[in-house]
């Protein structure tokens, strides 16, 4: 089950994250399975983006105005039907919530075989979101930077905690995982299927995963600075497959050329 991570009905599933439903074999989705709950203050960027008063998908601050997602996350998507909550660890809740003014996803993003390509998504936002003790912005990697094998990287949201759940978690949860060799991955995957706008990571043994509703999260190494967005993976969690995610660091041009 390939399948994207996000979770709203408006959103085609794309690959394997989590979508903020369930999604049946052919889909794909992705969400936090194998984790544990984290606070604001671990992940001071991370936004939750909702439609219709439900969380649907993650999302990054980078600065008072602009929000990185997946682009899997903005296709279809009206900037005046969501909203997005900053500096809470409880999406309902809390923290400080404002509208979009403009949703602009990458020219090259393009699915194909259920697989999302050049996943990523800049949403303006209507009213600015300044830093505070529970809100900060995203660090950004050099432009061109890869993640190396082995390296330890942790993903965070509110997806689904299993690959079968109903329904998303209210407090924020966090999983530690490891780089794998984009090799690796495409041995998983297949050649064509990981392109290297793209980089994987989790457990040999499985059971430590992004999953739906997760998409367009954060994925940080230890220092906190932003490698990834969740995309999309093979179920959750499962063993043999890694979750995939969009390689921020080829796209830091695009980013700094397109943010507010």
């Known amino acids: 089950m390939v399948s994207v991570r996000s979770l709203a009905a408006s959103i085609l599933p794309v690959a394997s994250i989590a979508a903020a439903l369930p999604l049946e074999d052919g889909g794909v989705s992705i969400n936090i399975v194998g984790g544990t709950t984290a606070t604001i203050s671990e992940f001071p960027y991370i936004v939750s983006l909702t439609e219709g008063g439900s969380h649907f998908c993650g999302g990054v601050l980078l600065n008072a105005n602009t929000v990185l997602t997946a682009g899997h996350c903005s296709e279809g998507v009206r900037a005046s039907a969501v909203k997005v909550r900053a500096g809470t660890a409880t999406w309902a809740s809390g923290g400080k919530q404002v509208g979009v003014s403009s949703i ?12 999302p390509y ?39 949201g509110w997806g689904l905690t299993t690959e079968t759940g109903t329904s998303v978690v209210s407090a924020l949860r966090k999983v530690t995982v490891s780089v794998i060799s984009r090799a690796t991955c495409r041995s998983q995957y297949g050649t064509s299927s990981i ?13 430590k995963d992004a999953c739906s509703g997760d998409s367009g ?31 921020v660091g080829s796209f830091v041009d695009w980013i700094n050329t397109n943010k507010a």
Do not use: F
């Not at 602009?104 to 697989?115: A, E, G, L, P």
């Not at 900060?136 to 993903?155: E, F, I, R, W």
């Not at 392109?195 to 059971?207: F, H, I, L, N, Y």
């Open 195 to 207: 392109s290297d706008a793209m980089w994987c990571a989790g457990v040999t043994a499985g059971g």
């Open 118 to 156: 050049n996943d990523i998504a800049i949403w303006k936002l209507s009213s600015t979101i300044a830093e505070s003790s529970t809100i900060k912005y995203a660090t950004l990697p050099a432009q061109g930077s890869d993640p190396s094998s082995g390296t330890s990287v942790t993903v965070a």
């Open 104 to 115: 602009k996803i990458h020219s090259s993003y393009t699915v194909k075989d259920d697989i």
């Open 217 to 247: 999260g954060p994925i940080v190494n230890s220092s906190g600075t932003l490698l990834g967005v969740v995309s999309w993976g093979n179920g959750c969690a499962r063993k043999g497959y890694a979750g995939v995610y969009t390689r």
